[in-house]
């Protein structure tokens, strides 16, 4: 059998019957990114009310009844497990990730859309799990996300019975709901492309995903293996894991196990965890950026390498979360250098998001502000995760309010701002309509100044020495009473941000019908998702033809062009001029609002 | 595909049509094979984790060494003769061969499905000799390694039964050539892992 290109054989396109096929059990990356995308959300808005039940504690210590420690406890770890995992994990790659890679590649769809749809309901299965620890006795676990043995199956421990156990099988779950989903985008990736498009004529936000998804591919195997480990130690009282132990004067059934053991499996997962969400981020925002800033992303090709080796890097730094665990000095020694490096292309990557844009033609739309705040949360989450790494400033920080403040920024916050750009950017090709200019700037600055007076008082309680993960302060002597009150301020603007997100949900949902109509191209992008015969694209995104790719997709402002953009299957010969784009800056839908 | 020459081409300076004609392909592959050798490579962090655990575990005080029963010298050798088996039912679809064609696929399974049932086999001894899955660290991971490497095997069953329903049922031999390839692929890669397992186990 000689080999055709995947591209030139002919589609055997799953054409849906009903309503039920087209929008329940479909098989088009389409729905499918947008089911991912609805029940990461809507998982999100769970995490995101328990961190607002922990901040109430937080803020005001015993003025609520229904917090006690064990519920707090459950919050904290549930909050931290959903956002990592469930939303940003599963919003990135399944949302993002299924919805651009065919249009961007120039593909109908993936490359096996059976296992894309059994994908997303593997991972729904795994939500349902998740959620269902909250109705099992003694609740959700309450070890904190990072589920250390031996203290998460104690007696002490809420949900140490029935919740350990529903978290490590919906994590196992996700496992294999990511892996079925994962193979089918790098396939996409590498086997789809249409005519033309090479690996470095992708977008860097094809290049992100890609590159998270392998990490993702070799990362949560780590993970899976730890979690059928403490499933094994939980259910059936072998000792992977637990130590020979004494729970209230009685000696448990375990011998020998090594808890060391997991925080290395698990951390072997849970750095390159942090690049996974990371990457598509910063594939996303250089994409909004540039399209924003009407200039070709500054550096691509550095871009692209600075991707490649923070995903190589990510595989040998994974043991600064655990100076303060007990290891050989120079174990410490090597993991602060590694992490010291691979501070390099992550800074780089910086840069060039500024140098882009440095003189660039700047339209202030609502995705640009999003993309240009996660600049600021992101540089300063990276400025102090550089102190972390290094073993003597990390031994006294470490599980304090100083590491809550960092991850936050620089994985809480930025993604997130990254995803409401992405969110707000793509919003027109999604659904055909613009979204309300007024209320999106109103949700940016309620988010983007939230956030920081939420998180930079939060680096001055860790240097007092406030510890993490606490119930309550209680009365100590090196923590001035004056840190209530800061308390109670970051509590106070949690509960203003938690609520400004309503901005956003009442945004999408009004537009949807009273939004202005988008037109095919509102940002005059030259990239491929935006050049489908029909927005939103239909079923077989293309039409009768697969486009052809002539260029990279950052031909902006191409000096002695007619228009300030060239999309990519726009051949040599024929670069259009202004108005036969349709596209006319001083009617661009989205600044006509104000 | 040199991934080098790919990520220092300059995108910016070439426009037009580059790579030829056809597609962009990273290799000349179908893709299913592409999925399946990404999904080996998947597979292998997973056992080479489990070796690592299995290396670190060992180590510790209470740590008693396991002796495997001799079952395993015979379950290694069904899972080689399936393993022979499928590469002949290979190489007679590569040859368009059809006469010894469903012998040697239908008996490719079958002497996986022998393998399993040795397994089991195996376990069943060492639970008779008092070894239980939490009785030390050694046994445990005995039963996680082999379970592990089991539930693999029955996911490559499963694939194989489905060919072997198109293929009682009538279907173009061809049309059977790229599954036929791919299981035969993750039948060697199966044998290997247990190769090395076992190497593990009995010299430990
Ligand atoms: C310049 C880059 C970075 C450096 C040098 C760095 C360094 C560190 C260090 C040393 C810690 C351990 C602190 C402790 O537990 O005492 C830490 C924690 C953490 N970092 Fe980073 N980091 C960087 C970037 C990132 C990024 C990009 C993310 C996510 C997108 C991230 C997410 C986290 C998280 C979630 C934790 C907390 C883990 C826990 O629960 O212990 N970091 N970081
Ligand atoms: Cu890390």
Redesign the interface.
């Known amino acids: 059998?000689s080999?055709v290109?995947?591209?030139?054989q002919a589609q055997e396109l799953h054409h849906p019957q009903s309503w039920v096929t087209r929008y329940v059990w479909s098989q088009d990356h389409k729905v499918i990114a947008i089911q991912y995308g609805g029940t990461a959300i809507l998982v999100g808005i769970v995490a995101l009310v328990l961190s607002l039940l922990m901040r109430m504690q937080l803020g005001f210590p015993e003025s609520f009844d229904l917090i006690d420690p064990s519920s707090y406890y459950q919050a904290v770890t549930m909050h931290g497990m959903i956002m990592v995992i469930y939303l940003l994990t599963a919003l990135f790659l399944g949302g993002f990730g299924n919805y651009l890679i065919p249009l961007m590649c120039g593909a109908r769809d993936m490359?096996?859309p059976f296992l894309n749809m059994l994908s997303y309901w593997v991972y729904l299965l795994s939500v349902l799990i998740l959620m269902a620890s909250f109705f099992v006795p003694g609740g959700p676990t309450g070890g904190g996300w990072t589920l250390y043995p031996p203290q998460v199956s104690m007696a002490g421990t809420p949900g140490s019975d029935w919740g350990i156990v529903l978290m490590l099988l919906s994590l196992a779950v996700f496992i294999v709901a990511f892996?079925m989903g994962g193979?089918?985008y790098?396939?996409?990736i590498?086997?789809?492309?249409?005519?033309?498009?090479?690996?470095?004529?992708l977008p860097l936000t094809v290049w992100g995903i890609f590159i998270a998804t392998i990490l993702g591919?070799?990362a949560f195997?780590?993970l899976?293996?730890a979690a059928?480990?403490m499933l094994?130690d939980t259910l059936?009282?072998?000792?992977?894991f637990m130590p020979a132990i004494i729970e209230s004067g009685s000696p448990l059934?375990y011998?020998?196990?090594?808890p060391i053991?997991f925080q290395?499996?698990f951390w072997?997962f849970g750095h390159p965890e942090v690049y996974i969400v990371a990457l598509p981020a910063f594939g996303l925002v250089s994409d909004v950026l540039s399209t924003h800033a009407r200039k070709?992303i500054f550096g691509?090709?550095m871009m692209?390498?600075a991707i490649?080796a923070i995903g190589g890097l990510s595989f040998v730094v994974w043991a600064h979360h655990m100076y303060v665990s007990g290891m050989n000095p120079y174990f410490g020694f090597f993991f602060a250098t590694t992490t010291l490096i691979i501070a390099v292309p992550t800074a780089l990557k910086v840069y060039n998001w500024v140098l882009t844009l440095w003189e660039g033609d700047i339209r202030m739309n609502v995705p640009m502000y999003f993309a240009i705040g996660f600049i600021f949360t992101f540089i300063h989450g990276g400025l102090t995760g550089l102190f972390l790494g290094n073993v003597v400033i990390d031994m006294p920080l470490s599980d304090t309010y100083f590491v809550v403040a960092h991850f936050h920024m620089v994985m809480g916050v930025s993604p997130v701002l990254v995803l409401f750009a992405a969110l707000y950017h793509w919003y027109p090709l999604v659904s055909g309509r613009m979204y309300h200019e007024g209320l999106a700037k109103a949700h940016f600055w309620f988010t983007f100044l939230g956030t920081y007076a939420i998180y930079l008082p939060m680096h001055y309680l860790g240097f007092l020495g406030v510890p993490r993960r606490y119930y309550a302060l209680g009365s100590t002597d090196f923590i001035p009473a004056s840190a209530q009150d800061l308390n109670a301020a970051i509590t106070i603007a949690a509960l203003i941000v938690g609520a400004a997100q309503l901005l956003f949900f009442i945004n999408i949902f009004w537009s949807l019908k009273h939004g202005k109509k988008a037109g095919s191209n509102p940002w005059g992008s030259a990239s491929l998702e935006w050049q489908t015969p029909d927005t939103p694209p239909i079923h077989g995104n293309w039409g009768d033809e697969?486009p052809?790719?002539?260029?990279?997709p950052?031909?902006y402002s191409v000096p002695g062009a007619h228009a300030d953009f060239i999309p990519q299957n726009t051949?040599?010969s024929e670069e259009p001029t202004a108005d036969e784009q349709h596209f006319d800056p001083d009617h661009d839908p989205s600044m006509a609002d104000l | 595909m040199s991934l080098f020459k790919h990520i220092t081409e300059k995108p910016w300076e070439r426009p037009g049509v580059i790579g030829g004609p056809d597609p962009e392909t990273a290799f000349d592959a179908a893709p299913e094979r592409v999925a399946l050798v990404i999904f080996l490579v998947v597979a292998s962090v997973i056992f080479s984790l489990l070796t690592v655990s299995y290396y670190v575990r060992m180590e510790l005080p209470d740590w008693t060494p396991l002796s495997e029963p001799a079952q395993l010298w015979l379950n290694t050798g069904l899972l080689f003769v399936s393993s022979v088996l499928f590469q002949w039912a290979r190489n007679l679809v590569t040859d368009d061969q059809q006469k010894y064609l469903m012998a040697a696929f239908v008996g490719a399974g079958v002497f996986a499905v022998l393998f399993i049932v040795g397994q089991l086999a195996a376990w069943n001894s060492l639970q008779s000799a008092g070894h239980f899955v939490a009785s030390n660290p050694a046994t445990s991971f005995f039963y996680l390694l082999t379970g592990l490497h089991a539930l693999h095997l029955l996911g490559g069953l499963w694939v194989w039964s489905k060919s072997l329903i198109r293929l009682l049922s009538g279907c173009e031999v061809q049309d059977l050539r790229l599954s036929i390839e791919l299981c035969t692929l993750y039948w060697h890669f199966l044998l290997i892992v247990w190769l090395v397992m076992f190497a593990i186990l009995s010299n430990t």
């Open positions: 059998m080999y290109p995947l591209a030139d490359v096996f892996t193979l089918n790098v396939t996409t590498l086997q789809a492309r249409c005519r033309g498009l090479t690996m470095m004529r591919l070799f195997p780590a899976l293996v059928i480990m094994l059936l009282g072998t000792s992977f059934d011998n020998g196990g090594s053991l290395h499996l072997f070709n691509y090709r692209v390498w490649i697969l052809t790719v002539y260029r990279w950052y031909d051949p040599e």
